[in-house]
């Protein structure tokens, strides 16, 4: 759902616009007014800075994590170079990492700079480039030291047998995992427990090693495992505190009580780790959240804060969420003025993941009408005669090209607010404040055919007044305007008839 505002700088953007572009994209990266979108906020910042957008550059490098950029490596790479010139570590990270971690790449000169780019990362502390360096060194190593030396090595920064358990655990030998880090693990539990209620302080390499030994452990039901999920959780590790958080609750991932995990559950632990492992970007720890704050048992019980909770999950992708969030913006729809539309948003985000229940409200709340009387326009289409009318009558024939697409009445087509319209996933249709027995009513914005023909449409009529006052005058003159146009096709029609 988009504001009057948020719209505007969506026909700004697409008209092509770079102030419009950049801020468009800023708005869905904060979720300023609309839904966080972290996609849809690199679409118009990459189209801001195709346009030579220093800013657009330096918001990307910041905000956009490898994870997002990945799929459009090849044309994102320029702009994460820019912002690492301009002196951004975080986007020479992101460089180093689209760069180098694709084996194809060819360009030396681009590959000698993400080397430097990944070396001034390493030197300002970021994880995730210590980890991409080791695997860059150790790529050649194929054999290991004893479990003594490993460990002593281990501390040392010894980056090939770093690279050595990231082979094991990329093939899914979690056995052959354990038996080399296993060892290191247990000596920095040791340490751990020496140095008493102060936790010791870890490198990267540590946190991660400890944070796969307790996922390969299952940390529900191993000593052991809980004992390194701990540590890594107190580390930062995203996936060790979210099982932190599922432990301490007595839960899944999907918010059901285990029975496999006896005693009492400590919410006010979870709620902590799971916060944590939330503000990290992973949904299922803002969705279990959903479902603590809900729970009666919880002395902090908050219903509101369990729905916000939601919505986060759902920004993140979080096909469950987005149906609840769906379903309750559905549910209340009397409560906001545009609660139909939000659902219908949230519907479709679960809809686009899978969901048959998503499928069937969808089919509810925005039901597909009837094409009426608009097939004859079809064929008319066809032999040319809209596009006639369109030198004449130019936003009459978008108006019957919308009619014919998205299957509106006769009122409806000829009285509809294009502007106010158009919301982006979907057409609000409502004509109740100029015709009488008009119903307020979705239609949803299913092909990047719909959405390019109403962009069209909605470019055509961007510097027009929609309203009675407007150029194309009241709703009785938009209908003789329209029966005049169909009367004189039926004449043409019956002269073709006749002349055949």
Request: hydrophobic fraction near 45%; charged fraction near 20%.
């Amino acid at each position: 759902m988009a504001n009057r505002e948020t719209l505007g700088l969506i026909k700004g953007a697409r008209a092509g616009d770079v102030a419009c572009q950049l801020a468009l994209g800023r708005v869905y990266l904060f979720g300023q007014g609309v839904p966080q979108s972290l996609p849809t906020a690199l679409h118009w910042l990459a189209r801001a800075a195709q346009e030579d957008s220093e800013e657009a550059c330096m918001l990307i490098g910041t905000h956009v994590p490898f994870e997002v950029a990945q799929p459009a490596a090849k044309a994102l790479i320029p702009y994460y170079a820019q912002a690492f010139d301009a002196g951004l570590v975080q986007a020479g990270l992101v460089l180093a990492q689209l760069v180098l971690g694709n084996a194809a790449s060819s360009c030396e000169t681009l590959r000698a700079k993400a080397r430097l780019a990944l070396d001034a990362a390493v030197r300002a502390g970021l994880p995730d480039a210590q980890w991409l360096l080791s695997m860059q060194e150790g790529a050649s190593a194929a054999a290991l030291p004893d479990a003594g030396l490993a460990g002593e090595q281990a501390f040392n920064g010894d980056t090939p047998l770093y690279a050595g358990l990231e082979q094991a655990w990329s093939q899914g030998d979690h056995a052959g995992f354990l038996a080399q880090a296993l060892p290191l693990a247990r000596e920095l539990l040791q340490r751990q427990a020496a140095a008493g209620a102060r936790t010791i302080a870890l490198d990267a390499q540590q946190v991660l090693l400890l944070s796969r030994c307790a996922q390969a452990l299952a940390p529900g039901g191993d000593a052991e495992g809980w004992q390194c999920c701990e540590l890594a959780a107190h580390g930062g590790d995203r996936t060790a505190q979210l099982e932190l958080g599922l432990g301490y609750a007595r839960m899944d991932a999907h918010g059901q009580r285990l029975a496999t995990r006896h005693g009492a559950a400590n919410f006010k632990r979870a709620v902590r780790w799971l916060t944590q492992a939330g503000e990290q970007g992973l949904a299922e720890a803002w969705f279990v959240l959903s479902r603590i704050y809900t729970k009666p048992e919880f002395s902090q019980r908050n219903v509101v804060e369990a729905h916000s909770c939601l919505e986060r999950a759902a920004d993140l992708g979080h096909g469950p969420a987005q149906l609840e969030c769906g379903m309750h913006a559905w549910r209340n729809r009397r409560d906001g003025v545009n609660s139909d539309v939000r659902a219908a948003y949230w519907l479709l985000q679960a809809q686009a993941q899978g969901s048959s229940e998503a499928e069937a409200a969808l089919a509810k709340i925005a039901p597909q009408g009837e094409p009426g009387d608009w097939g004859q326009c079809a064929a008319l289409h066809a032999d040319g005669h809209l596009r006639q009318l369109g030198q004449s009558h130019p936003l009459l024939a978008a108006r019957l090209e919308l009619a014919r697409r998205f299957h509106l009445s006769r009122a409806e087509a000829l009285l509809l607010d294009i502007h106010a319209a158009d919301q982006g996933h979907c057409l609000l249709i409502d004509i109740s404040a100029t015709h009488g027995r008009g119903k307020r009513r979705l239609v949803l914005i299913r092909t990047a055919q719909e959405r390019q023909l109403l962009d069209q449409v909605v470019r055509l009529f961007e510097r027009v007044d929609c309203g009675v006052t407007g150029p194309e005058g009241n709703y009785r003159q938009r209908l003789y305007r329209l029966k005049c146009y169909l009367a004189e096709l039926d004449v043409a029609q019956e002269q073709q008839f006749l002349a055949a």
